[in-house]
């Protein structure tokens, strides 16, 4: 009887369910563009290590009950938990596809299978997708990713736990050859993150994002929640709490000011966050913990249990109820019916596929759906919600504007009709300070004069000795600038990055066309390397240079401009055009989704560069 006493216990721990919670609202605010959860992305480090956590907590326990682990009933327990409610919700979402958008669905084909085999990350590695710079619609199942991360943890863990176990059954030598991996991890992460680069690589990376779950693991073998006692003294009770609190309020600060492009989020960020991350742990699974009871409050709880749920479903809803990719930020009313949307969705999964497959109970809850009064009704209210939606859907594609495939067409459309006249922005007022090097147009219209078609097409008297280095954008003015600077010329490719600058600069001077006056415009499609773009700079001395800096509604414009802006007062050479400025609450000069230009911005854009190369001629 005694010894019965003595075996472990599972208990409900509801301090967790809590940090689920708070996690998991991080990450839904984080992909709905919300300022106070800019670091929202955290959200899933803090469920890594929770993972790493429950699951080595789990595994010790029955080792210590049986002296063994049943890693088929684990696997089959972890499958029953998360396989169904993912399998419905990429079903739902295929069907929505193949209704609204079926060419969209041929080509997230490889997104879809990869998901199911939980190697979605390592997928979108192999195939260069971005997680933080993108045009277009995005995937609508880009968040499985983590869920391919944590899989993986579950299939590979159990096993090596085990041999851990049973060739070196002292806690202490286990705990050590933890924190080795945890280095390691670490360590790839530091070393293969490039500073001012697209951090995708590292931030999807199972070998890069191992560290938070074996930190979570480490913790468990030091602090098993089965082993904790009650017996503490008031002010050890006191003391926890206060470190409790502590380590939450550091967690929320991180969400609250964390930006995703920061150099040291990679570098020590995220191991900084598992390590707050274990400290919040630790004092949640305490029995005593009045933290624990804090956050284990009904409303927390609630959506922590139904965190798995709301994390399938969120992303999906928040991608296709945004036709076209278009991004714009949502008002009060839109964030409320994709909350609601997705709050339906998570609690139906919860209640009819999560919790009847995991219990074992499917075919009993099917029953009695079918079998109940209200059941054809609301099968009646559902189609009709779906056919709206769909509508809906149909209605806001083809109320787009013209895809940028037809601008080029348009700009040209534009240019040959002789009544029309480009905007000449007003530079003059204007003139750069030495210490900020600033080029600020007049981004009114009012006041500004119409110059008549002699002075526009005299801007310059020819673009020899010019060259114009850019992205998509640079294709958008290409016919306008060229009529405005003849012979200028002109190279610009979609999607070009600003790492690819260099490369550019040498091809043009190898060919005899890089000129003494270069204006480069890069920083559309994500951000850069600042040292990369001094070593160019530092080449390009004998010039006369021009850095454009950009609006593109996408997480790293406020980055890119502040690079682009302190690199350019480094420079007595170098000038910044602030196109920014130039187009702020002008959205008749930019295309639908914030980035590229209609005729009328492409005729703005390119008299803008055609006058301050000239007024800085």
Same mark, same amino acid.
């Given at each position: 009887?005694?010894?019965?006493?003595?075996?472990?216990?599972?208990?409900?721990?509801p301090?967790?369910?809590?940090?689920?919670?708070?996690?998991?609202?991080?990450?839904?605010?984080?992909?709905?563009?919300?300022?106070?959860?800019?670091?929202?992305?955290?959200?899933?480090?803090?469920?890594?290590?929770?993972?790493?956590?429950?699951?080595?907590?789990?595994?010790?326990?029955?080792?210590?009950?049986?002296?063994?682990?049943?890693i088929?009933?684990?696997?089959?327990?972890?499958?029953?938990?998360?396989?169904?409610?993912m399998?419905?919700?990429?079903?739902?979402?295929?069907?929505?596809?193949?209704?609204?958008?079926?060419?969209?669905?041929?080509?997230?084909?490889?997104?879809?299978?990869?998901?199911?085999?939980?190697?979605?990350?390592?997928?979108?590695?192999?195939?260069?997708?971005?997680?933080?710079?993108?045009?277009?619609?995005?995937?609508?199942?880009?968040?499985?990713?983590?869920?391919?991360?944590?899989?993986?943890?579950?299939?590979?863990?159990?096993?090596?736990?085990?041999?851990?176990?049973?060739?070196a059954?002292?806690?202490?030598?286990?705990?050590?050859?933890?924190?080795?991996?945890?280095?390691?991890?670490a360590?790839?992460?530091?070393?293969?993150?490039?500073?001012?680069?697209?951090?995708?690589?590292?931030?999807?990376?199972?070998?890069?994002?191992?560290?938070?779950?074996?930190?979570?693991?480490? =913790?468990?073998?030091? %602090?098993? !929640?089965?082993?904790?006692? @009650? $017996?503490?003294? &008031?002010?050890?009770?006191? #003391?926890?709490d /206060?470190?409790?609190?502590?380590?939450?309020?550091?967690?929320?600060?991180?969400i609250?000011?964390?930006?995703?492009?920061?150099?040291?989020?990679?570098?020590?960020?995220?191991?900084?966050?598992?390590?707050?991350?274990?400290?919040?742990?630790a004092?949640?699974?305490?029995?005593?913990?009045?933290?624990?009871?804090?956050?284990?409050c009904?409303?927390?709880?609630?959506?922590?249990k139904?965190?798995?749920?709301?994390?399938?479903?969120?992303?999906?809803?928040?991608?296709?109820?945004?036709?076209?990719?278009?991004?714009?930020?949502?008002?009060?009313?839109?964030?409320?019916?994709r909350?609601?949307?997705i709050?339906?969705?998570?609690?139906l999964?919860?209640?009819?596929?999560?919790e009847?497959?995991?219990?074992?109970? =499917?075919?009993?809850? %099917?029953? !009695?759906?079918r079998?109940? @009064? $209200?059941?054809? &009704?609301?099968?009646?209210? #559902?189609?009709? /919600?779906?056919?709206?939606?769909?509508?809906?859907?149909?209605?806001?594609?083809?109320?787009?504007?013209?895809?940028?495939?037809?601008?080029?067409?348009?700009?040209?459309?534009?240019?040959?009709?002789?009544?029309?006249?480009?905007?000449v922005p007003?530079?003059?007022?204007?003139?750069?300070?030495?210490?900020?090097?600033?080029?600020?147009?007049?981004?009114?219209?009012?006041?500004?004069?119409?110059?008549d078609?002699?002075?526009?097409?005299?801007?310059?008297?020819?673009?020899?000795?010019?060259?114009?280095?850019?992205?998509?954008?640079?294709?958008?003015?290409?016919?306008?600038?060229?009529?405005?600077?003849?012979?200028?010329?002109?190279?610009?490719?979609?999607?070009?990055?600003m790492?690819?600058?260099?490369?550019?600069?040498?091809?043009?001077?190898?060919?005899?066309?890089?000129? @003494? $006056?270069?204006?480069?415009?890069?920083?559309?499609?994500?951000?850069?390397?600042?040292?990369k773009?001094?070593?160019?700079?530092?080449?390009?001395?004998?010039?006369?240079?021009?850095?454009?800096?950009?609006?593109?509604?996408?997480?790293?414009?406020?980055?890119?401009?502040?690079?682009?802006?302190?690199?350019?007062?480094?420079?007595?050479?170098?000038?910044?055009?602030?196109?920014?400025?130039?187009?702020?609450?002008?959205?008749?000069?930019?295309?639908?989704?914030?980035?590229h230009?209609?005729?009328?911005?492409?005729?703005?854009?390119?008299?803008?560069?055609?006058?301050?190369?000239?007024?800085?001629?």
């Amino acid at each position: 009887m005694i010894g019965k006493q003595n075996l472990p216990k599972k208990r409900y721990m509801p301090g967790l369910d809590g940090l689920r919670a708070i996690s998991v609202l991080a990450v839904i605010g984080y992909h709905l563009d919300m300022k106070w959860a800019q670091g929202g992305l955290l959200g899933v480090g803090v469920f890594f290590v929770l993972s790493g956590y429950l699951i080595t907590d789990q595994l010790l326990m029955e080792w210590k009950l049986n002296n063994k682990v049943s890693i088929w009933s684990f696997w089959m327990r972890r499958f029953r938990r998360l396989l169904p409610a993912m399998l419905g919700m990429l079903a739902l979402v295929a069907l929505w596809l193949i209704v609204t958008d079926p060419a969209r669905l041929i080509s997230l084909q490889g997104d879809f299978i990869s998901s199911i085999l939980y190697v979605n990350n390592w997928y979108l590695i192999f195939h260069q997708v971005s997680y933080f710079e993108s045009f277009g619609p995005a995937s609508p199942i880009g968040h499985l990713w983590s869920l391919s991360i944590e899989e993986q943890f579950y299939l590979i863990w159990p096993i090596l736990l085990l041999v851990a176990l049973s060739f070196a059954p002292r806690r202490g030598r286990l705990l050590l050859w933890m924190l080795v991996l945890v280095v390691i991890s670490a360590l790839v992460m530091t070393l293969l993150y490039v500073p001012g680069t697209d951090p995708s690589r590292v931030y999807y990376g199972t070998d890069t994002r191992a560290f938070a779950i074996l930190i979570g693991a480490a =913790l468990a073998v030091i %602090w098993s !929640s089965w082993k904790l006692s @009650e $017996r503490i003294s &008031p002010s050890a009770r006191t #003391s926890l709490d /206060l470190v409790g609190a502590l380590g939450l309020l550091v967690l929320m600060i991180m969400i609250y000011r964390t930006n995703e492009y920061d150099n040291a989020l990679y570098q020590y960020g995220f191991l900084y966050l598992s390590l707050v991350t274990a400290v919040i742990i630790a004092v949640l699974v305490h029995p005593v913990s009045r933290l624990g009871k804090m956050l284990g409050c009904r409303p927390l709880s609630w959506i922590g249990k139904h965190s798995y749920s709301l994390y399938i479903w969120h992303y999906p809803v928040i991608i296709l109820m945004k036709p076209g990719g278009i991004s714009e930020e949502l008002g009060f009313g839109a964030i409320m019916l994709r909350l609601i949307i997705i709050l339906l969705l998570s609690v139906l999964s919860y209640q009819f596929i999560e919790e009847p497959i995991r219990k074992g109970r =499917l075919r009993a809850r %099917w029953y !009695s759906i079918r079998h109940h @009064e $209200r059941f054809k &009704p609301m099968i009646g209210l #559902s189609v009709t /919600l779906i056919a709206f939606f769909i509508a809906q859907s149909w209605i806001s594609n083809a109320a787009q504007i013209q895809p940028e495939s037809k601008q080029a067409s348009a700009v040209h459309r534009a240019l040959e009709d002789e009544n029309q006249e480009p905007i000449v922005p007003d530079v003059s007022s204007t003139e750069p300070s030495e210490d900020s090097q600033m080029s600020i147009p007049n981004a009114n219209n009012e006041g500004q004069q119409q110059p008549d078609a002699d002075k526009v097409a005299n801007l310059i008297n020819a673009g020899e000795g010019m060259t114009l280095i850019g992205d998509s954008i640079m294709l958008d003015i290409e016919l306008y600038i060229q009529e405005l600077i003849p012979g200028v010329v002109v190279d610009g490719k979609v999607g070009r990055q600003m790492t690819q600058a260099q490369q550019v600069v040498d091809e043009l001077r190898a060919n005899g066309k890089l000129g @003494e $006056r270069i204006v480069i415009e890069l920083g559309s499609n994500g951000v850069f390397n600042k040292s990369k773009l001094r070593s160019l700079l530092d080449s390009l001395q004998d010039k006369q240079l021009y850095l454009v800096n950009t609006r593109v509604p996408r997480s790293w414009q406020d980055s890119v401009n502040s690079s682009l802006k302190e690199i350019a007062s480094e420079y007595e050479n170098v000038n910044l055009i602030d196109w920014y400025t130039a187009s702020e609450n002008r959205s008749e000069l930019l295309a639908h989704d914030g980035v590229h230009l209609t005729p009328e911005g492409a005729k703005y854009y390119a008299t803008l560069l055609a006058e301050h190369l000239k007024h800085n001629s």
